[in-house]
């Protein structure tokens, strides 16, 4: 479907696989994250037009439950009590200012507030609990006439809607993740969780037999289930825990939207998860909602393995959302003081050009910056609480400039890295004892997110600027000619059918492990298993050089540095093609680079812009560029051609 600048004859909102549209016209989905209730109203308009001088056309606030709370049941969203109370004047600003909102209703919001968004009586309870349902209902209902008033059907400037921040199941927090004082305790719940793990196994199986019989654990019933142990849980069990806690979150979501349709609050609904949490199936979660991002907080510059981290987090989120963009991208050089900044440091000037360019490049098409607007526990934001601009300001604005001059987009790459939901569960759990604290994940910036094996081979192919998908195993594999298999030897049969499909039509495997001869539960597939391993295009290479195993299946790049140490991507638009190429080691470096062939013919003889030189020149062969540009390191290039 084409992006246009048609004008639809009624207000309308899309959010989906196009990313955003008003009134049919194309919005880049670029946003600074502004807490009003954070910052002296005295000062909202000059940060809202210094917000507007960056480039920015779409201001991001989350909505504080405990801070509009006056008493129990007594909400202020109009200032009544104090002035930074006063979202409507707020939101109305925003629309004085020529800003679209996306508004955060929560009700958890996290954001470094002490409750994490909702009334202190809510915090401590999980999100399914009668309380917590009945007080969140409460709290959505005192917004719609706030809100509703002002929502772009309406006339107003509100155009999307995000529930909840950061979702994950069991809720709960401890020292390691969030080691500040301040923040209310939030225990964990045995009972409540409990509760609710065996009336949903009840749903899943026929019998306490067939439960036994999948757990293999005999004589097990439903009221003897215990919490899952992934150091001795079987595989089909660590698995079922998975898949509840995304049932979990899917109930949740469903309540949630349903709260707000009923107070009238009708918008295209978004949510982002909590880092690194792909454990959690997003993918069915966009079911309830209309989109979903991730959450991007790492150290300064992307240190050593951190890079290999934040491509596997971009790349997968491209592979299984429908839009691939970050709601919460860092803008803040540091979070919480003292307690977190000893994981993030500081940042220099160069870290949030590098970092947004860099997360282009993996193929994110949207972001928004938090903090953009400096407040409490967040510092040295492009924009101070009094509405002065920081020198790391020019960055933000080159990174803007830059993804809202991009489009919707194909990655070019005929390579898939195989990938399996099951299998990244399966790391997971071996990497803690239990569910409860699963929440610490998202503090791993520079462990391996995978299964070793895989892991081996996803490195490999950046550390020779091979670019792949990531390609889940149970979606659509025509596109590709050559895939990589570098899992376990378990899969579902109906995913290692497809890959036999897949081979029959004329595709190459390359096999660095083995293939699967067993399921999930431990059904023989030893079979299918043998077809796949004796067809002609399958190869196994445990070991040698992944370059020469590919080379050897006349796989042919679509672009590819000369050098070591520059990665390059290239994504193919509706009217175009935009190429990154990227220096990520630690010396100046050579931007030479290599077309494939049916790239460098269709882009002969057009203009291209590299966006952030500012310059422009015509394609006359296959290398791009007119005059080959030495990299500094962490500098990034992005060159967009036009037709």
Same mark, same amino acid.
């Given at each position: 479907?084409?992006?246009?600048?048609?004008?639809?004859?009624?207000?309308?909102?899309?959010?989906?696989?196009?990313?955003?549209?008003?009134?049919?016209?194309?919005?880049?989905?670029?946003?600074?994250?502004?807490?009003?209730?954070?910052?002296?109203?005295?000062?909202?308009?000059?940060?809202?037009?210094? #917000?507007?001088?960056?480039?920015?056309?779409?201001?991001?606030?989350?909505? /504080?439950?405990?801070?509009?709370?006056?008493?129990?049941?007594?909400?202020?969203?109009?200032?009544?009590?104090?002035?930074?109370?006063?979202?409507?004047?707020?939101?109305?600003? /925003?629309?004085?200012?020529?800003?679209?909102?996306?508004?955060?209703?929560?009700?958890?919001?996290?954001?470094?507030?002490?409750?994490?968004?909702?009334? &202190?009586?809510?915090? &401590?309870?999980?999100?399914?609990?009668?309380?917590?349902?009945?007080?969140?209902?409460?709290?959505?209902?005192?917004?719609?006439?706030?809100?509703?008033?002002?929502?772009?059907?309406?006339?107003?400037?509100?155009?999307?809607?995000?529930?909840?921040?950061?979702?994950?199941? &069991?809720?709960? *927090?401890?020292?390691?993740?969030?080691?500040?004082?301040?923040?209310?305790?939030?225990?964990?719940?045995?009972?409540?969780? #409990?509760?609710?793990?065996?009336?949903?196994?009840?749903?899943?199986?026929?019998?306490?037999?067939?439960?036994?019989?999948?757990?293999?654990?005999?004589?097990? *019933?439903?009221?003897?289930?215990?919490?899952?142990?992934?150091?001795?849980?079987?595989?089909?069990?660590?698995?079922?825990?998975?898949?509840?806690?995304?049932?979990?979150?899917?109930?949740?979501?469903?309540?949630?939207?349903? #709260? /707000?349709?009923?107070?009238?609050?009708?918008?295209?609904?978004?949510?982002?998860?909590?880092?690194?949490?792909?454990?959690?199936?997003?993918?069915?979660?966009?079911?309830?909602?209309?989109?979903?991002?991730?959450?991007?907080?790492?150290?300064?510059?992307?240190?050593?393995?951190?890079?290999?981290?934040?491509?596997?987090?971009?790349?997968?989120?491209?592979?299984?959302?429908?839009?691939?963009?970050?709601?919460?991208?860092?803008?803040?050089?540091?979070?919480?003081?003292?307690?977190?900044?000893?994981?993030?440091?500081?940042?220099?000037?160069?870290?949030?050009?590098?970092?947004?360019?860099?997360?282009?490049?993996?193929?994110?098409?949207?972001?928004?910056?938090?903090?953009?607007?400096?407040?409490?526990?967040?510092?040295?934001?492009?924009?101070?609480? !009094?509405?002065?601009?920081?020198?790391?300001?020019?960055?933000?604005?080159? $990174?803007?400039?830059?993804?809202?001059?991009?489009?919707?987009?194909?990655?070019?790459?005929?390579?898939?890295?195989?990938?399996?939901?099951?299998?990244?569960?399966?790391?997971?759990?071996?990497?803690?004892?239990?569910?409860?604290?699963?929440?610490?994940?998202?503090?791993?910036?520079?462990? &391996?997110?995978?299964?070793?094996?895989?892991?081996?081979?996803?490195?490999?192919?950046?550390?020779?600027?091979?670019?792949?998908?990531?390609?889940?195993?149970?979606?659509?594999?025509?596109?590709?000619?050559?895939?990589?298999?570098?899992?376990?030897?378990?899969?579902?049969?109906?995913?290692?059918?497809?890959?036999?499909?897949?081979?029959?039509?004329?595709?190459?495997?390359?096999?660095?492990?083995?293939?699967?001869?067993?399921?999930?539960?431990?059904?023989?597939?030893?079979?299918?298993?043998?077809?796949?391993?004796?067809?002609?295009?399958?190869?196994?290479?445990?070991?040698?050089? #992944?370059?020469?195993?590919?080379?050897?299946?006349?796989?042919?790049?679509?672009?590819?540095?000369?050098?070591?140490?520059?990665? *390059?991507?290239?994504?193919?638009?509706?009217?175009?093609?935009?190429?990154?190429?990227?220096?990520?080691?630690?010396?100046?470096?050579? $931007?030479?680079?290599?077309?494939?062939?049916?790239?460098?013919?269709? !882009?002969?003889?057009?203009?291209?812009?590299?966006?952030? $030189?500012?310059?422009?020149?015509? !394609?006359?062969?296959?290398?791009?560029?007119?005059?080959?540009?030495?990299?500094?390191?962490?500098? !990034?290039?992005?060159?967009?051609?036009?037709?």
């Amino acid at each position: 479907m084409p992006i246009t600048s048609k004008k639809s004859p009624q207000p309308s909102i899309q959010l989906d696989e196009y990313g955003l549209r008003i009134d049919g016209v194309f919005h880049p989905l670029v946003a600074g994250e502004f807490e009003y209730w954070r910052n002296h109203d005295l000062y909202w308009r000059k940060i809202l037009s210094q #917000m507007r001088e960056s480039g920015l056309e779409l201001v991001s606030t989350f909505v /504080c439950w405990d801070f509009h709370e006056i008493e129990k049941g007594n909400f202020d969203f109009t200032g009544r009590t104090h002035p930074q109370r006063d979202l409507a004047r707020f939101i109305d600003l /925003c629309g004085e200012e020529g800003f679209k909102v996306l508004i955060r209703v929560g009700p958890n919001i996290d954001a470094e507030w002490p409750t994490r968004g909702p009334a &202190p009586d809510v915090t &401590p309870l999980e999100r399914l609990h009668s309380k917590y349902l009945e007080r969140t209902r409460q709290y959505i209902q005192a917004l719609g006439p706030v809100l509703v008033p002002r929502l772009h059907a309406n006339g107003g400037p509100i155009v999307l809607l995000s529930i909840d921040n950061e979702a994950y199941f &069991p809720y709960s *927090t401890g020292v390691a993740s969030d080691p500040t004082a301040g923040s209310l305790p939030v225990p964990y719940d045995h009972q409540f969780v #409990m509760s609710k793990y065996k009336e949903w196994l009840k749903q899943q199986y026929t019998s306490p037999e067939a439960l036994a019989e999948a757990w293999s654990t005999p004589g097990l *019933t439903f009221d003897n289930v215990a919490e899952p142990n992934y150091r001795q849980a079987n595989l089909k069990e660590a698995l079922d825990s998975f898949d509840f806690i995304s049932d979990i979150l899917h109930e949740a979501f469903v309540q949630l939207k349903s #709260m /707000c349709i009923e107070a009238g609050i009708d918008l295209p609904i978004y949510t982002n998860m909590k880092q690194f949490t792909h454990y959690i199936n997003w993918r069915a979660l966009e079911s309830i909602v209309d989109s979903h991002g991730l959450n991007l907080h790492m150290s300064h510059l992307w240190p050593g393995d951190q890079r290999l981290v934040a491509s596997w987090y971009c790349r997968l989120q491209r592979a299984l959302m429908k839009f691939p963009w970050a709601p919460e991208f860092q803008g803040g050089t540091s979070i919480k003081p003292p307690g977190l900044d000893v994981l993030f440091g500081m940042f220099g000037l160069e870290h949030n050009r590098f970092t947004s360019m860099l997360a282009m490049a993996l193929g994110l098409r949207g972001i928004c910056y938090y903090m953009f607007v400096e407040r409490d526990d967040c510092h040295w934001c492009p924009i101070s609480p !009094i509405g002065k601009v920081r020198p790391n300001m020019a960055g933000f604005r080159d $990174a803007i400039r830059v993804l809202k001059q991009l489009r919707p987009d194909t990655h070019f790459s005929t390579l898939g890295l195989l990938w399996s939901l099951d299998h990244h569960r399966s790391h997971i759990a071996s990497l803690f004892n239990n569910w409860q604290n699963l929440y610490d994940l998202w503090i791993h910036m520079s462990e &391996p997110k995978e299964l070793a094996p895989w892991w081996q081979v996803f490195r490999q192919l950046h550390d020779n600027d091979i670019d792949f998908d990531i390609a889940p195993m149970n979606q659509d594999l025509d596109k590709y000619k050559v895939l990589i298999y570098a899992g376990p030897d378990f899969a579902r049969k109906k995913d290692l059918k497809r890959l036999k499909n897949w081979l029959d039509t004329g595709g190459t495997l390359i096999v660095t492990t083995a293939i699967p001869t067993r399921t999930l539960d431990g059904a023989d597939l030893t079979d299918l298993s043998r077809i796949i391993r004796q067809a002609p295009a399958t190869t196994g290479r445990t070991w040698g050089k #992944m370059e020469d195993v590919l080379a050897q299946t006349g796989l042919q790049e679509g672009i590819q540095a000369q050098n070591q140490g520059v990665w *390059t991507f290239a994504y193919r638009e509706e009217k175009g093609w935009a190429f990154f190429i990227a220096n990520i080691g630690k010396a100046s470096v050579s $931007a030479e680079l290599k077309l494939g062939p049916s790239i460098a013919d269709e !882009i002969h003889n057009h203009t291209a812009n590299d966006l952030l $030189a500012g310059r422009t020149w015509k !394609i006359i062969h296959d290398g791009l560029w007119d005059n080959v540009p030495v990299l500094a390191p962490n500098e !990034i290039r992005c060159v967009h051609v036009v037709f």
